[in-house]
């Protein structure tokens, strides 16, 4: 079965139109089995169709299918899924020829040293498709002028449909995968009695759970002026959604593992912060933390890069880590305007755009939910109320265009200690998934927690 991914002899050379075209091929399938980020970038597109080596294509089709089976997990780079898809070439194929696997090894060294790179080698991947089919377009048609005993509507009809090839080959790639409404409709039945049961995160806080409803897939976004609560609101929401069963994974760049873990003592044993931070702790206070009841599944990196890619091969790998145990995937970035993008954009907005899309994918693509921290502008410092707007987003609009949900955070008693004292406002600003509304909660800042309104 191994001849099924032998290059036939043109495809080795001469349909080929440059040597820039051949190393673009390399480039894109090179990239396509190293990269995660590029695997996301590329998803959707037809690539095996704009390829000529045959065993390009039975590459592209075995990172496909390993990628669907879970066997590529986001922190593997450079050459570390070639076993992964030697694998699935010989489950397709049966034994492999030597070439093919040296093939393999080769591919990755060619991967495209960034976005841009990939982007050209597709480009000259998709010029040289179009090129290929122009020539056919022109053979086929010269052969049609060469048969005599047509009528005027069999050459315009016959021409007209070699120049639609061409013209499809020169659009942007659009598969119609499209299908009636009503199809399947008894199965649209069936999913909705299993709705309610369908996977979700909960946080704990009765209000916030009725209004919003947090599945795999979505990115939220939790954002505040500074000293309103950011960090403890989201640590709260992270440790919730592990106790409920979720595996978290907190992402800090503005607080070390050791403060991290300080707070979450606190808030799990209701032992002062202060107390914990300075240690001045009694026995009594000891035993309670000792048996302070933090989930097993919330994790918190030592040292997390603010590298947008690492980010974001670190949100995969937590999905990956959740699938195995059967748990949804939680990963809080905290926060996100300290993410440092890919690429040096030039203005600050845009480089927020990227990372907030960055996020976005990453959520999507992986099926799990990204909380993402963000800081407000000091508008609403100017207003009387003090209340956030979603126009306070600070650096982008695409924060709140990227997010399933947008909450903004409201403590009155940071403006006025006599205001709603040790009150918190989750002002649901934006919610794909239902109305937006308010949810309000207790703050606990000698535990760093938030609460129920009544007393948990």
Known sequence: ?????????????????????????????????????????????????????????AVVAAVRTAEQRGLLDA??????????????????????????????????????????DLGAALDLLRAGHARRTQIAAGQRLQALGQRPGRVLEEIRAESTEALEELHAAT????????????????????????????????????????KLRVEPGQLITVAARTSVGK??????????????????????????????????????SSVRYANIRDGELTDDDYARIGSAPIPETLHLPDTPSHRLPDVVAAIHANAAAARAQGQIAVTVVDYTQQVIPQRMLPSRQEQVCEVSAGLRAAAQQSGSVVLS????????????????????????????????AVLLLHRPDAYDPADRPAEMDLILAKNRSGQTGVATVTTQMQYQRIVNMARE
């Open 171 to 210: 659009m942007p790639a659009a598969d119609d995968d499209t299908t009636a409404a009503t199809a399947g409709w008894s199965d649209y039945i069936d999913e909705l009695k299993q709705r309610k049961d369908a996977p979700r995160v909960r946080f704990g806080l009765a209000d916030l759970d009725d």
């Open 75 to 116: 922190h593997h780079t450079g050459s570390a899924n070639v076993p992964a898809l030697l694998g699935e070439l010989e489950r397709a194929h049966g034994s492999l020829p030597p070439e093919t696997t040296g093939l393999l090894w080769r591919l990755p060294d060619t991967a495209a040293l960034s976005p841009d």
């Open 1 to 57: 079965m191994s001849q099924t991914i032998e290059p036939a002899a043109a495809e080795a050379d001469g349909d080929y139109l440059s040597t820039a075209e051949f190393n673009a091929e390399m480039t894109v399938v090179g990239s396509l089995m190293s990269s995660p980020q590029a695997r996301n970038e590329l998803r959707g597109h037809n690539i095996e169709q704009l390829l000529v080596h045959h065993r390009h294509r």
């Open 231 to 268: 960090s403890m609101t989201s640590l709260t929401l992270a440790r919730k959604a592990a106790g409920y069963g979720a595996r978290a994974v907190y992402l800090s760049f503005e607080m070390g593992r050791k403060e991290l873990r300080d707070r979450l003592a606190s808030a799990a």
């Open 373 to 404: 921290v963000a800081q407000l502008n000091r508008a609403a410092e100017a207003r009387e109320n003090h209340v956030p707007h979603l126009s306070d987003l600070r650096d982008s609009g695409s924060l709140e265009q990227d997010s399933n």
